[in-house]
């Protein structure tokens, strides 16, 4: 986990690199582990939606949800070496970021992984929105935005280095999770001469740097796939206690465990908490769903609260002596700390590294999430920000189910 150098290789179009994507069956991956169609929260359930508009499979939304529940196979993203963030969403035609670990000397071990890439804020698929604005989005990062970064990216010698951004930007603020205004920032700075290298044409590259300037949550998927390509290297570690994977798909909370393969343990997902936009509340909140939990997997996010205290307030977790507190807690279920990653604001130790189900179980510590917060209502979207908690029930399991493999009386 400490050794992960994720390279962001390319933006292609997600059939051209995930096989289950490119069948003649119309597929969607999802976030979180496997779940029914009817068991998906309504935003998850209105992003299918938006997908099936964006593919042309519906033309209103009766027609898509009818074609969904007849014709639609759904795969978790986690299955294809990908990661979506909130309903995690992925169909054949959307752009997707190709984030290489180059951890190993030789080639051959070099492992991928995908996300689609942050659409800004305000009505976006990920939360479950899906009219025009939204659908006319994804047909502009599939057209336009992805193509150009990706005439960017040929642009380097071999692709644009992700653990350095990481490495500053975390000193600057970012947890990662919910705060990417500095690592956003550093990559639109990066890729400014590299578009222009790239000779787009003027209305093109106005349009692309002015949406890399205006969102600053456009370094989340691309973490978030840095986090996959480095945590599927650690699960082929084949005995172990360590978590290489917690996701949810807003019924069910997911995990992984390094020496347990590709199982997984469930329990039922919980409810963030924290602060809401004007006119929302809290008996409003859908459960809590995302692949970008895979960032605190990986030791950011709310794991690393400490590192940016101005996350604290948005999501209402307090201040800074609330912050330290969490980082500090969170420490108490790892295995140690990523020197490759030090917070100046927690005397520069480095991030928490490696929850351990043994830990999580022994102190009743859970892992602390930070997130975006969606409305129950389908097609409003994100309402708010907060945190939560992983469930005691998914780490119980996978203890049992260790204990069980070694053969040791749980």
Same mark, same amino acid.
């Given at each position: 986990?400490?050794?992960?150098? +994720?390279?962001?290789?390319?933006?292609?179009?997600?059939?051209?690199?995930?096989? *289950?994507?490119? #069948?003649?069956?119309?597929?969607?991956?999802? !976030?979180?582990?496997?779940?029914?169609?009817?068991?998906?929260?309504?935003?998850?359930?209105?992003?299918?939606?938006?997908? !099936?508009?964006?593919?042309?499979?519906?033309?209103?939304?009766?027609?898509?949800?009818?074609?969904?529940?007849?014709?639609?196979?759904?795969?978790?993203?986690? @299955?294809?070496?990908?990661?979506?963030?909130?309903?995690?969403?992925?169909?054949?035609?959307? !752009?997707?970021?190709?984030?290489?670990?180059?951890?190993?000397?030789?080639?051959?071990?070099?492992?991928?992984?995908?996300?689609?890439?942050?659409?800004?804020?305000?009505?976006?698929?990920? $939360?479950?929105? $899906?009219?025009?604005?939204?659908?006319?989005?994804? @047909?502009?990062?599939?057209?336009?935005?992805? +193509?150009?970064?990706?005439?960017?990216?040929?642009?380097?010698?071999?692709?644009?280095?992700?653990?350095?951004?990481?490495?500053? %930007?975390?000193?600057?603020g970012d947890e990662f999770h919910q705060r990417n205004i500095a690592s956003s920032a550093i990559f639109a700075k990066d890729f400014a001469p590299l578009l222009i290298k790239a000779r787009l044409g003027t209305e093109q590259l106005a349009g692309v740097t002015d949406f890399l300037g205006r969102t600053d949550q456009f370094f989340l998927n691309? %973490?978030?796939?840095? /986090?996959?390509?480095?945590?599927?290297?650690?699960?082929?570690?084949?005995?172990?206690?360590?978590?290489?994977? =917690?996701?949810?798909?807003?019924? #069910?909370?997911?995990?992984?465990?390094?020496?347990?393969?590709?199982?997984?343990?469930?329990?039922?997902?919980?409810?963030?908490?924290?602060?809401?936009?004007?006119?929302?509340? &809290?008996? &409003?909140? /859908?459960?809590?769903?995302?692949?970008?939990?895979?960032?605190?997997? $990986?030791?950011?996010?709310?794991?690393? =609260?400490?590192? %940016?205290?101005?996350?604290?307030? $948005? *999501?209402?977790?307090?201040?800074?002596?609330?912050?330290?507190?969490?980082?500090?807690?969170?420490?108490?279920?790892?295995?140690? @700390?990523?020197?490759?990653?030090?917070?100046?604001?927690?005397?520069? &130790?480095?991030? +928490?590294?490696?929850?351990?189900?043994?830990?999580? *179980?022994?102190?009743?510590?859970?892992?602390?999430?930070?997130?975006?917060? !969606?409305?129950?209502?389908?097609?409003?979207? &994100?309402?708010?920000?907060?945190?939560?908690?992983?469930?005691?029930?998914?780490?119980?399991?996978?203890? #049992?189910?260790?204990?069980?493999?070694?053969?040791?009386?749980?």
């Open positions: 986990m400490t050794a992960g150098q +994720p390279v962001l290789v390319d933006v292609v179009t997600a059939r051209t690199v995930i096989g *289950v994507l490119d #069948e003649q069956t119309p597929t969607l991956l999802h !976030a979180g582990p496997p779940v029914d169609f009817a068991d998906m929260p309504a935003p998850m359930q209105a992003s299918c939606v938006g997908a !099936a508009f964006f593919e042309g499979w519906a033309a209103d939304e009766a027609a898509a949800r009818e074609f969904i529940a007849s014709k639609v196979r759904f795969v978790p993203c986690h @299955h294809v070496d990908a990661v979506g963030p909130m309903g995690g969403i992925t169909s054949a035609n959307m !752009a997707v970021v190709v984030v290489e670990n180059r951890a190993s000397e030789n080639p051959t071990e070099w492992n991928r992984a995908y996300a689609t890439m942050n659409e800004g804020i305000g009505k976006v698929l990920r $939360f479950g929105a $899906f009219d025009s604005e939204v659908v006319d989005r994804l @047909h502009w990062m599939a057209k336009v935005l992805g +193509p150009s970064l990706s005439a960017a990216l040929a642009s380097t010698d071999e692709g644009y280095p992700l653990m350095p951004v990481i490495a500053r %930007a975390i000193a600057m691309l %973490a978030m796939a840095s /986090c996959k390509a480095i945590m599927d290297a650690a699960r082929k570690i084949t005995k172990g206690s360590i978590v290489t994977a =917690m996701t949810r798909n807003g019924h #069910e909370f997911g995990i992984r465990v390094s020496g347990l393969g590709d199982r997984w343990f469930t329990a039922p997902v919980n409810t963030p908490e924290g602060l809401f936009f004007t006119g929302y509340s &809290q008996d &409003q909140a /859908c459960p809590d769903m995302g692949d970008s939990a895979i960032t605190e997997t $990986f030791g950011l996010g709310g794991m690393s =609260m400490i590192a %940016a205290p101005a996350v604290t307030r $948005f *999501v209402g977790a307090g201040g800074l002596g609330d912050a330290q507190a969490i980082s500090e807690e969170m420490a108490e279920i790892v295995f140690g @700390h990523n020197a490759m990653l030090s917070i100046p604001t927690w005397d520069f &130790q480095g991030t +928490p590294t490696g929850i351990d189900i043994r830990k999580v *179980v022994e102190t009743s510590i859970t892992p602390i999430i930070n997130t975006g917060i !969606a409305s129950l209502e389908p097609g409003v979207g &994100q309402i708010g920000a907060g945190t939560v908690r992983a469930p005691l029930g998914c780490f119980t399991k996978a203890l #049992e189910a260790l204990a069980e493999t070694y053969g040791v009386d749980a």
